[in-house]
């Protein structure tokens, strides 16, 4: 049995999985956070909450990195940790210091906190030849304007530091550039009271369908486990509406995207001890790197991974934060592929009605959460605002995807907000 050490978590579907597979491994945890209520908030529904199975529950200040050391270090002293690990993104350059100074495994603070910064991760691709959009960093007006200018409109307007596409704008001219910078600019902590960055990072806009590359880094090797197809809306931001696993791409596409992951996650230094999401436009020139996450994918691909191939990338996240080589074997779970479609609102108020009646009878559906009636609905402008999702899966071929989305059309016809 290991003893790891969570600091922090998300409270969505990760902050399950991730406890879950600490446990199913045989291993326990002691969760450290900075605000416990976060997490008592959002108790998952209908089902006991995951810090009930921790051994400890500390609270400390996870935002002060150079005061928090020292304590994990006397945490350690007592509790022996094994492993260091988180699923909240935020914390991700946190927990890679702590892993280091314990002598514990993982990949280095410097890969991590690159990948965890989108112009870090810009300038160290470019710098070694990965392809990825023009761009341009800046703060002052001015600055962005010209820079705007010399990129070309339409272009990208992003955070370096937020997650879950909070912020992320396309923008036609220089009147949006300005509305969105100014937006950007009202949000100067994140959601854990972090400061943020107040640089803005701007992109050309790449067209053509996105992926993603789900990998797991051990002993040196980066691991490729599949390609996830991706479908995004709510123009001018950039919204997941769902994804499939595997992607319905020729060979020759697959293989581009996982070889640009590859390159991504090398020239980044992440080839030990990380799950990782790469996420990949491929673009009339070729693939083309949006950003690269050092953690397990979100927004339910872990599990359309698991139904598929039966690899589970939570446990193999565990894994590899106690340095062990993860089970990446496949296995037959008889589907061919698994999709999750997203309920997005469009408009805010009050939820009123939304008919999952008939979810319950549809062939195929592997998973449904929705939105209860009474509940504030805000109209998304990222991936935070979701009402619910639906999963399906299909034995036959790559038929899950066209299922979830009529699954979603009957959904959208009963959604009411006032």
């Known amino acids: 049995m290991a003893h790891l050490l969570v600091v922090e978590s998300w409270v969505g579907s990760m902050s399950r999985l991730l406890p879950r597979a600490v446990r199913e491994g045989g291993h326990e945890f002691t969760f450290l956070t900075r605000d ?3 997490y008592l908030r959002s108790a998952p529904e209908g089902t006991a909450h ?3 199975g921790a051994r400890n529950v500390i609270t400390a200040d996870t935002n002060d990195v150079d005061a928090l050391l ?3 270090e006397r945490l350690h002293t007592v509790f022996g940790f094994d492993g260091v690990i988180s699923s909240c993104d935020y914390y991700l350059p946190t927990v890679a210091r702590i892993a280091g100074h314990l002598g514990l495994p993982g990949p280095g603070p410097e890969a991590v906190g690159n990948a965890c910064r989108k112009d870090a991760t810009r300038r160290v691709l470019a710098e070694a030849g990965v392809p990825g959009p023009r761009f341009a960093l800046h703060e002052e007006w001015a600055d962005l304007a010209r820079a705007a200018r010399e990129i070309g409109y339409p272009l990208v307007v992003k955070p370096v530091d937020l997650c ?7 923008v036609d001219d220089e009147a949006e550039l300005a509305a969105a910078v100014r937006v950007l600019a009202d949000f100067p902590l994140n959601a854990r009271g972090q400061r943020r960055v107040p640089a803005v990072l701007l992109e050309e806009l790449l067209t053509g369908p996105e992926v993603s590359v789900e990998t797991v880094s051990y002993a040196g090797a980066v691991h490729v486990v599949g390609v996830t197809d991706k479908s995004i809306g709510g123009a001018p931001a950039f919204i997941e509406t769902g994804h499939m696993f595997p992607a319905a791409l020729s060979a020759a596409d697959v293989g581009a995207a996982e070889q640009t992951a590859l390159g991504a ?3 980044l230094g992440l080839t030990d001890g990380v799950v990782a999401h790469t996420e990949i436009k491929l673009t009339p020139a070729g693939p083309r790197v949006v950003e690269v996450n050092p953690r397990p994918a979100g927004n339910r691909i872990t599990e359309l991974v698991r139904h598929v191939t039966g690899i589970d990338l939570a446990a193999a996240a565990v894994d590899v934060a106690l340095g062990r080589e993860p089970d990446l074997r496949r296995r037959e779970t008889g589907l061919r592929s698994a999709a999750v479609g997203f309920l997005v609102p469009e408009t805010s108020g009050t939820l009123e009605a939304l008919d999952g009646d008939r979810l319950t009878d549809a062939p195929g559906v592997l998973e449904t959460l929705l939105a209860e009636p009474g509940r504030p609905v805000k109209s998304a402008g990222s991936n935070n605002e979701y009402l619910g999702h639906v999963m399906v899966g299909d034995p036959d071929g790559l038929g899950a995807r066209g ?5 979603l059309d009957e959904l959208n016809s009963g959604l009411v907000i006032r």
Do not use: D, K, S
């Not at 879950?164 to 396309?170: E, I, Q, T």
């Not at 299922?403 to 699954?407: F, I, P, T």
């Open 36 to 38: 416990l209520h976060h």
């Open 50 to 52: 995951p810090l009930l």
């Open 403 to 407: 299922q979830v989305e009529a699954l």
């Open 265 to 267: 996650l090398t020239a």
């Open 70 to 72: 020292p304590e994990v």
């Open 164 to 170: 879950a596409g909070m912020y992320v704008r396309r």
